[in-house]
């Protein structure tokens, strides 16, 4: 499988991510340079030998009867997961950060963000002219000055929002509800986001939630010594539970973060769990979004009969795992209500110099915003 590698300029125009990337394998022949190359641009030969391998490795579908279990008892094969792995599989992500500024924003933009969700809705509107400055990102510029564009065009907008943050007050004691700015991550696992997150942050009005499913992997949050139950809430939840609601209330949070989880779920529940977290979003908030692109190395390396369906897999200690296209989720977010701020593919060759193996990852990241008139049911 040949790949051939692309310039930064030709990667930005072709709709690829330019954030991340900034190391370009000019010449094959340097593969062995580094340890990995950004928005590698694949090969037609290369994608139409990955479309094979899945065609082959999806031939044999696992038996209805096991497909079943894996889904009854998904949170036990994670349990099981975490018992054996406890906080030692995956790595702290401190490219957050570089990815997804708003995790770790300025204290204006924090201030900024207090002023909405204490529903001072007159004051954020005077501050905004003033605090557009160079230090917001390019997504939070625009969208200032979208909102703001919505404030002149149409002021059904200010009074839709402060309607909905006006709820806020109905539900006012709830864990965090004192806070500014409120983060949730949707399966957390053992904490290797949320813990940099709270030593990066310091915005005293922090609070930020986590939940799993897998109840090893909550307790293992609860118990690292860096756990502060005055600026965090772990939670045991299973973000595909109907029944069950999350312990903050609708419009209440500025950022819900989905590393890796939600490829995890069973492909015909993803809506409706993207629906209900759309719902605790406040206007504005953001969704961010990091997950296994198709054809990735991963999914590629699967054989013959651990296929669940088209595109999703088992891995052979019980937990499962789908590979998005980027139209898929955008068709997700956009039917839960929520505008594209970003939706790129990060394709990357990663190298064992040592093995002379190479691997194409393909990663897809998204942020998607609930608009300031949103109709999210
Ligand atoms: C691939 S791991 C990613 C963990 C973490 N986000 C990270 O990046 O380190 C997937 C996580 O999703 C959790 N998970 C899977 N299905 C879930 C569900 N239905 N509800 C809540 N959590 C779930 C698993 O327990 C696991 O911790």
Request: proline share 4%; hydrophobic share 35%.
């Amino acid at each position: 499988m040949a790949g051939s590698y692309s310039e930064g300029a030709h990667a930005a125009n072709s709709g690829k991510r330019e954030q991340f990337g900034s190391r370009f394998l000019n010449d094959p022949a340097h593969v062995f340079h580094h340890n990995a190359w950004d928005n590698v641009e694949w090969s037609e030969e290369q994608a139409v030998e990955a479309a094979k391998k899945v065609r082959e490795n999806s031939a044999q579908r696992v038996p209805q009867e096991k497909q079943v279990d894996y889904e009854i008892n998904a949170h036990k094969y994670w349990n099981d997961f975490y018992k054996i792995h406890e906080n030692g599989f995956f790595k702290d992500r401190h490219w957050l950060f570089t990815e997804f500024p708003e995790l770790a924003p300025s204290p204006n933009q924090n201030h900024l963000k207090g002023l909405l969700s204490e529903n001072k809705r007159s004051e954020i509107l005077e501050c905004r002219s003033s605090e557009d400055g160079p230090d917001l990102t390019e997504e939070q510029q625009e969208c200032s000055s979208k909102s703001l564009r919505e404030k002149k065009q149409a002021p059904s907008v200010e009074k839709n929002v402060t309607e909905r943050l006006g709820h806020l007050e109905i539900c006012d004691e709830f864990p965090g509800s004192s806070a500014t700015y409120r983060i949730l991550e949707v399966g957390c696992g053992v904490g290797n986001t949320v813990f940099p997150i709270l030593q990066t942050n310091n915005d005293p009005g922090l609070f930020v939630y986590c939940c799993d499913f897998s109840s090893t992997a909550v307790e293992l949050v609860q118990t690292h010594s860096e756990y502060d139950p005055s600026r965090c809430l772990a939670f045991v939840h299973d973000l595909c539970d109907e029944d069950k609601s999350y312990p903050v209330p609708r419009d209440s949070l500025d950022i819900i973060i989905l590393i890796f989880v939600l490829s995890a779920i069973v492909p015909d529940k993803m809506q409706k769990a993207v629906d209900r977290l759309s719902r605790l979003l406040r206007p504005g908030g953001l969704m961010l979004l990091r997950d296994y692109g198709r054809y990735d190395m991963a999914q590629l390396r699967f054989k013959k009969g651990q296929c669940l369906s088209e595109n999703f897999y088992v891995r052979g200690d019980g937990t499962r795992v789908y590979f998005f296209t980027q139209d898929e989720l955008d068709t997700l977010f956009t039917a839960a209500g929520l505008e594209k701020v970003q939706n790129v593919v990060d394709q990357r060759l990663q190298v064992n110099r040592g093995k002379q193996l190479t691997m194409y990852r393909v990663w897809i990241q998204c942020k998607y915003r609930k608009p300031l008139l949103s109709s999210t049911g």
